[in-house]
């Protein structure tokens, strides 16, 4: 079926821990982005990539990595886990068209528990 | 920079009463689009509508409508004759040609039968 999949659903590890978030759509869209979500702060961005092989910081990227080596994945990357890591992790896309205003469109989310 | 406000955390009304979810933006930029996202309980979150800075007609959709306002920087989203099923958290947001999405910290909505 076509649209965005995040997994794995739920992660619980420890610090200290590299951990790799995947995300997969199916839309063939230009633009996928990774959000943290965290009480009081809505969706804060972390990395985002307009294309494969283009991926830019956003707001909060300290201590995440990322990649897009084929359009249709978008894979986040924690090095070294931290305890002010754990958080729900979004995964969205949005086609190019239009500029900006494209909504995008998100995983299910990642609810990931760093001990 | 840009910013996106809503001042309320939480609101909780009874069954068939009205709310509304105010945001407030700010931005120097002429050209910038805004989004308002559902995120119920089940936790997906759920594209709502979007607006664009040029367009300021306001928006009725079933029992949802938005008030699109440039000379306040607001874009309130009401809900007529709520329903459990609107209980959920609302998030606003705004962009730009970069098309990187600012969120609003959320208005939890409890709607009690």
């Known amino acids: 079926d076509a649209g965005i999949t995040q997994s794995p659903r739920y992660k619980i590890t420890e610090t200290g821990r590299q951990v790799t978030l995947m995300c997969h759509q199916t839309w063939s869209h230009s633009y996928m982005f990774w959000y943290r979500q965290d009480l009081g702060h809505g969706l804060r961005l972390i990395y985002y990539?307009?294309?494969?092989?283009?991926?830019d910081k956003g707001e909060v990227p300290d201590g995440y990595v990322v990649s897009r080596s084929k359009t249709e994945n978008f894979p986040l990357t924690l090095e070294s886990a931290t305890r002010s890591q754990t958080s729900v992790y979004f995964c969205a896309s949005s086609p190019a068209q239009g500029k900006g205003n494209q909504p995008q469109h998100f995983g299910d989310g990642t609810r990931l528990s760093i001990l | 920079a840009q910013k996106v406000t809503q001042a309320q955390t939480e609101i909780s009304v009874v069954e068939k009463e009205d709310v509304t979810l105010d945001c407030v933006y700010e931005t120097r930029d002429t050209t910038y689009y805004l989004f308002w996202y559902k995120q119920p309980p089940s936790g997906e979150l759920v594209f709502l509508i979007r607006?664009?800075?040029?367009?300021?007609q306001n928006e009725i959709s079933g029992r949802y409508s938005w008030n699109f306002q440039k000379s306040t920087s607001s874009f309130n989203f009401t809900i007529t004759a709520s329903q459990v099923v609107d209980s959920a958290v609302y998030f606003c947001a705004l962009s730009f040609n970069d098309y990187k999405l600012s969120f609003g910290a959320g208005t939890t909505v409890t709607v009690r039968a």
């Open positions: 990539s307009a294309a494969a092989d283009i991926t």
């Open positions: 607006r664009n800075s040029f367009d300021e």
